[in-house]
């Protein structure tokens, strides 16, 4: 199921006006509508493995080009086994297909260039609206970074794994606003989480949800970062 916590807000917006809308009196002074529970998330940390801190083996290279050891594969590719792999578009579309509403497509492209559309933000709590033209506004957050996963033990994964993850619709991937991805980089939830409290809990259940399937540990702070946000959840 797509943005396994979203859904229950998605529908509670009526109407969007400008280029952002405030969702914040939609989901009141607590957890956003829709947000996973205490006990789910509590659920994932018995799961997860807890190491004592990030460690650092270097040789982490995103980028193809020249030299560069493209550790992840090229970017957004659709030559990888991940859901919505293998399809004839792009992970960026497919994702920006699956998390907009109200989705125009370019003609010709067989539904997979995403022209327009509306996203209520996972991070800030505002209904954006997305346009190809200034197509930096929204952008694709892997919610377990790159960066992260590689020095956590994506490392040691086969080159497969790694594309798959990092082109994972189903679990790794989210369209969020521009200006959030930017500062969150390549944090953890012990030195990062969504700007809007609102959505702290969402974002804790989808990190431990990437931590559990792919078998990445968090730290000891970050286990801690979201077992404080768990007791704020419902």
Same mark, same amino acid.
């Given at each position: 199921?797509?943005?396994? =916590?979203? !859904?229950?807000?998605? #529908? +509670?917006?009526?109407? #969007?006006?400008?280029?952002?809308?405030?969702?914040?009196?939609?989901?009141?002074?607590?957890? +956003?509508?829709?947000?996973?529970? $205490?006990?789910?998330? %509590?659920?994932?940390?018995?799961?997860?493995?807890?190491? %004592?801190?990030?460690?650092?083996?270097?040789? =982490?290279?995103?980028?193809?080009?020249?030299?560069?050891?493209? &550790?992840?594969?090229? !970017?957004?590719?659709?030559? *990888?086994?991940?859901?919505?792999?293998? /399809?004839?578009?792009?992970?960026?579309?497919?994702?920006?297909?699956?998390?907009?509403?109200? &989705?125009?497509?370019?003609?010709?492209?067989?539904?997979?260039?995403?022209?327009?559309?509306?996203? !209520? /933000?996972?991070?800030?709590?505002?209904?954006? *609206?997305?346009?190809?033209?200034?197509?930096?506004?929204?952008?694709?957050?892997?919610?377990?970074?790159?960066?992260?996963?590689?020095?956590?033990?994506?490392?040691?994964?086969?080159?497969? $794994? $790694?594309?798959?993850?990092?082109?994972?619709?189903?679990?790794?991937?989210? +369209?969020?606003?521009?200006?959030?991805?930017?500062?969150?980089? /390549?944090?953890?939830? *012990?030195?990062?989480?969504?700007?809007?409290?609102?959505?702290?809990?969402? =974002?804790?259940?989808? =990190?431990?949800?990437?931590?559990?399937?792919?078998?990445?540990?968090?730290?000891?702070?970050?286990? /801690?970062?979201?077992? %404080?946000?768990?007791? $704020?959840?419902?």
């Amino acid at each position: 199921m797509r943005l396994l =916590y979203v !859904a229950a807000w998605l #529908v +509670a917006i009526l109407t #969007v006006c400008g280029c952002g809308v405030s969702l914040l009196d939609l989901s009141g002074p607590g957890p +956003a509508p829709g947000s996973p529970p $205490r006990a789910h998330i %509590e659920e994932l940390l018995g799961r997860v493995a807890t190491v %004592e801190s990030r460690p650092h083996p270097g040789g =982490y290279q995103r980028g193809c080009s020249g030299k560069e050891l493209c &550790v992840f594969g090229p !970017a957004w590719t659709d030559d *990888q086994d991940a859901a919505a792999g293998h /399809d004839g578009c792009d992970t960026r579309n497919n994702v920006l297909a699956l998390d907009l509403r109200s &989705v125009a497509f370019r003609d010709g492209t067989r539904g997979c260039v995403v022209l327009s559309g509306i996203l !209520a /933000d996972p991070y800030s709590g505002e209904v954006l *609206q997305f346009d190809r033209a200034d197509a930096k506004a929204v952008q694709i957050d892997h919610v377990y970074p790159l960066a992260a996963a590689w020095d956590m033990g994506a490392s040691t994964w086969s080159p497969e $794994r $790694r594309l798959r993850f990092a082109n994972d619709v189903t679990f790794n991937l989210l +369209a969020v606003n521009g200006a959030d991805n930017q500062d969150k980089g /390549d944090r953890t939830p *012990q030195d990062w989480l969504p700007p809007n409290p609102a959505y702290h809990c969402f =974002y804790a259940g989808k =990190y431990l949800s990437v931590a559990v399937e792919y078998g990445l540990p968090v730290t000891l702070a970050d286990r /801690d970062a979201l077992a %404080e946000v768990a007791e $704020r959840c419902p």
